[in-house]
């Protein structure tokens, strides 16, 4: 009836580590399906960013052009939370190579590898820990964000950046969860979205440190 | 190796119950439906409450009946007072350019067609496409909740200006809790609007057919693409913009208050703000939100026009290039809303440079469309008239924005009906006529019935014919130096303008009225409309490729496979002067 061809079945993307003799869990959390999180993520990123930029045109037109503006001293403990994330995309670079190797099919490797996802979650709530702490003391010297223009804008970058991290951390909850489950499957696509998505937050991070030092 | 490829061919399984198929949703079918009708009921609310300004302008000691409901401050016995009319001003035009000039065209058409012209089953992400629809639907009700709170509707218009968005109630009626379910709407907006355009280009990147090369995309999928580009930087600026009023508002910030400003004889506790910053980030967000809501429909106009004549364009890469190239500049642009906002004058003109420059590719696509009508032997139907009557539109409406682009001409224009008039037929009607045409050219594949003609034809004259002749006086309004947003007029200079304004606004209750032709042919056809073949235009895009309507997946689980360019008119086909894209027979080159 119709000229219409069909091609019956799209060929599946080659499943990078996973092999015949894989135990079928492991195939299911490893499988290529789903390429779109890929460019997916980096879209998202693209329009955070963009939201960012927002934020700091607004922080730079703000201090220049107001006699109100004065510098507040920073936390030293935000060093020590920029450790912490910085360390926990290290430990997720660990959890990737694990997770991604050849020997993944082995349940050991997987052990290891939701071993080191279990120390970028813990690294993750440090940071989050120590970015509340950083307002707490803020706080206690009188800093509150109405107190002056760049106090407002230190609480509202650090909080915008807190929920994006916030949103990593649920991320990354989710695939552990898939993970370790017998029966979900976990694409390796949402893997690897959630593990940029989970660096951009260091990298983003340390461009809001670097904005807040900014005296102009 | 079985689960997984299963796991690929069916982005989600077929729905079952009426929850999952008719209300929460995955299928971008449903959820460009979903958009439809909410920008359906959005451009009803809006258009009334155009009637109730159009009305008070020249009657305005004359009762509506019926409005002390709606606000007993805001219209004590039925007739509005000058602060109410700002309320109904700027919920019009917030309903008008979010809820419908960027759901319909963008969302509705876009979520609808983008995913079957590029022969994908989905969208890329179908829980974040149902999320971006049950975002802006909560968008709608907080916005809309706005009428029924004592506060009542806010009344800065749609663009906000701080300091007066920013400073609480001291700022007039609906100043407190109204602006605030005003800002609280957009931020949410703009995430839904976000969700929609991220999905949206993962999709056109990832998930086209096998042989639809990005070249091999029909026009209209290309303007949603171009569109959705220019969504995700532009909501992704008005988001922030939105968060900072809203802790001005709340949190006592100061970041668009200024120093020692003293409303309703009350000095703010604020200091040092900037009021210009809130315009630099609104019309950041501004100008490219004009070509979000233009762009698909120049897609659609194009798409619809090539079908009609039965040939392609001049140039079809061309009208991409020139998208593309609109889309670039509009990010340039903004400071031509500021030339009286007393922005320094050279900034003024490094922006008026880039708004004239960004003329350029407009008329070469205007060009482009006239050019191929030439000698062309057009089918005459209700979708290719409002595609004609889009380019009148737009040539229309487009040809005063040379003068508004200059910045010492807009000294004197600004803040007049002419400014009015101007985006109200190069952005308003224009890509509503896009909207028209789209919803005439593809009922047939969205609901399995055609679209009544007699009826379509008749609407579009009505319309046509009507919005000439409501927003061209609009024009001569604004030359004499009739100004926006005043409630009525007293008897000045103004006075002799008055018979012009009841022609206005006689017009405008007049076509108003011709848009119920359209609702009871939408609601009619759907009924008792003759079924629809599954090509009933001889298009040679996908859509026409499968069932009216579609099944939930859209190609029945298979993938196609695209051989040819999307516009094979005018050659000699296996079944008439065309080619599908899916069809392997040779062209006829």
């Known amino acids: 009836m119709s000229s219409t061809s069909y091609e019956s079945v799209r060929k599946p993307p080659p499943a990078l580590g996973v092999s015949k003799a894989s135990s079928a869990r492991v195939a299911k959390v490893l499988y290529g399906a789903g390429e779109a999180s890929r460019s997916g993520i980096w879209v998202g990123i693209f329009a955070i960013t963009m939201s960012f930029a927002a934020f700091t045109s607004a922080l730079f037109v703000r201090q220049g052009s107001s006699a109100d503006w004065a510098h507040i001293a920073l936390p030293a403990i935000l060093y020590g939370n920029t450790l912490a994330l910085l360390l926990s995309s290290a430990t997720l670079q660990r959890a990737r190579r694990a997770i991604l190797a050849v020997a993944a099919t082995e349940s050991h490797a997987v052990r290891q590898g939701l071993g080191w996802l279990m120390a970028t979650l813990a690294l993750g709530f440090v940071f989050i820990g120590g970015q509340y702490q950083a307002w707490r003391q803020l706080a206690a010297q009188g800093l509150y964000l109405a107190t002056n223009p760049n106090s407002s804008f230190y609480y509202v970058l650090t909080a915008m950046h807190g929920l994006h991290v916030l949103a990593g951390i649920a991320a990354l909850v989710f695939v552990m969860s898939r993970f370790a489950s017998r029966h979900a499957a976990l694409r390796r696509s949402t893997f690897e979205a959630t593990a940029t998505y989970w660096h951009f937050m260091g990298v983003l991070w340390l461009y809001v440190l670097l904005v807040l030092r900014t005296k102009l | ?155 800065s218009g749609w663009t906000s200006y701080a300091p007066l968005s920013a400073v609480g109630k001291d700022a007039g009626p609906g100043m407190g809790w109204g602006m605030n379910l005003w800002a609280i709407s957009i931020a949410i907006f703009c995430i839904g609007s976000l969700l929609g355009a991220l999905n949206f280009i993962a999709t056109t990147l990832d998930l086209r057919a096998k042989g639809m090369t990005l070249m091999r995309m029909p026009i209209c999928t290309w303007a949603w693409f171009i569109t959705s580009c220019i969504a995700l930087l532009a909501f992704a600026v008005l988001l922030p913009a939105c968060i900072l009023l809203l802790l001005d508002r709340a949190a006592g910030t100061s970041f668009f208050i200024p120093s020692g400003l003293v409303v309703s004889d009350r000095l703010q506790a604020h200091s040092g703000g900037s009021p210009l910053l809130w315009q630099h980030l ?225 017009a405008a209750l007049g076509t108003g009225a011709a848009q119920l032709i359209f609702i009871f042919n939408l609601i009619y056809s759907r009924y008792k409309g003759v079924p629809a073949p599954e090509n009933p235009w001889n298009g040679t895009t996908l859509e026409w490729s499968i069932p009216s309507p579609p099944p939930w997946n859209n190609f029945g689980g298979k993938h196609p496979i695209i051989y040819h360019d999307p516009y094979q008119y005018d050659v000699k086909g296996l079944k008439g002067d065309y080619i599908m894209q899916d069809s392997p027979e040779p062209s006829a080159g």
């Open chain 2, 1 to 155: 190796m079985e689960e997984a490829s299963d796991q690929q061919a069916h982005v989600h399984p077929p729905p079952e119950g009426f929850l999952r198929k008719y209300v929460f949703s995955l299928d971008h079918k449903v959820i460009g439906k979903q958009y439809y009708a909410l920008g359906l009921l959005a451009v009803c609310i809006g258009m009334a409450l155009s009637w109730l300004m159009r009305f008070h302008l020249v009657w305005p000691t004359t009762r509506i009946p019926g409005l002390e409901l709606l606000s007993k401050a805001g219209a004590p016995g039925g007739i509005i007072t000058p602060e109410y009319y700002l309320s109904l001003l700027t919920m019009h035009g917030t309903l008008m350019v979010f809820f419908v000039l960027t759901n319909a065209p963008f969302a509705a058409f876009g979520n609808y067609f983008l995913p079957i012209q590029i022969g994908a089953e989905d969208m890329a992400f179908p829980r974040f496409n149902m999320m971006s629809f049950w975002t802006t639907l909560v968008a709608f009700l907080v916005l809309i909740l706005a009428f029924i709170i004592p506060d009542g509707p806010p009344i």
């Open chain 2, 282 to 506: 609104f019309w950041f967000f501004g100008h490219p939100e004009v070509y979000i809501a233009i762009l698909p429909s120049m897609g659609i106009v194009s798409h619809i026009l090539i079908n009609s004549m039965r040939k392609p364009l001049l140039s079809a890469r061309v009208i991409i290039y020139s998208m593309m190239s609109i889309g670039f500049l509009s990010w340039m642009v903004w400071g031509h809303h500021m030339f009286v906002s007393g922005m320094n004058p050279f900034s003024s003109l490094l922006f008026s440079f880039p708004t004239l420059t960004i003329t350029i590719p407009a008329t070469i696509m205007t060009l482009i469309w006239l050019g191929s009508l030439y000698g062309a032997n057009i089918r005459i139907n209700a979708a290719s008239l409002f595609a004609l009557g889009f380019i009148s539109m737009f040539v229309s409406g487009g040809v005063s924005g040379f003068f508004l682009a200059q910045p010492s001409i807009d000294i004197v224009l600004h803040a007049t009906y002419f400014v009015v008039g101007h985006f109200h037929m190069v952005m308003g009607v224009a890509s509503l006529f896009g909207v028209f045409a789209g919803t005439y050219f593809w009922f047939s594949k969205m609901t399995g019935r055609m679209m009544n003609q007699t009826l379509g034809q008749l609407h579009f004259w009505l319309t046509f014919i009507g919005t000439y002749c409501i927003f061209m006086p609009f024009h001569y309004l604004g030359l004499v130096g009739n100004v926006r947003r005043y409630s009525s007029f007293v008897d000045d200079f103004m006075g002799p303008l008055m018979p012009l304004h009841k022609f206005i606004t006689i």
